[in-house]
């Protein structure tokens, strides 16, 4: 597999990851007991990290990459391994 493969595999898995942890640790003002400024939503995180979510986004799509591009090399599981759809009865020619 082609390096420039790899890292877009990466990025992909990153942003979807980083969507994932979006919600997690995050408390709204009323829950973390602050003051809203004027205008805030009531659903307004108090408390958001970018950091921490660049983290461990960044940690949880090198593990979720490497495990893909092993699969890939090694053949762990392929597209026949999931293929659970019946396949249609074979033809028999005249020769059969």
């Known amino acids: 597999m082609e390096w420039t493969s790899i890292l877009a595999i990466y990025f992909l898995i990153w942003v979807m990851s980083a969507f994932v ?6 408390k709204t003002a009323e829950e973390a007991g602050v ?6 939503a009531d659903s307004a995180p108090a408390n958001f990290r970018p950091g921490r979510l660049i983290i ?4 949880i799509a090198a593990a979720l990459t490497t495990i893909y ?5 090694f053949e762990w599981i ?6 659970v759809l019946p396949q249609p009865p074979k033809q ?3 020769s059969d």
């Open 56 to 59: 461990r986004a960044t940690i």
């Open 69 to 73: 591009v092993l699969n890939y090399e």
């Open 21 to 26: 942890l979006l919600p997690f640790g995050v």
């Open 78 to 83: 392929t597209a026949q391994d999931l293929d």
């Open 92 to 94: 028999l020619g005249p």
């Open 35 to 40: 003051e809203k400024v004027p205008g805030q």
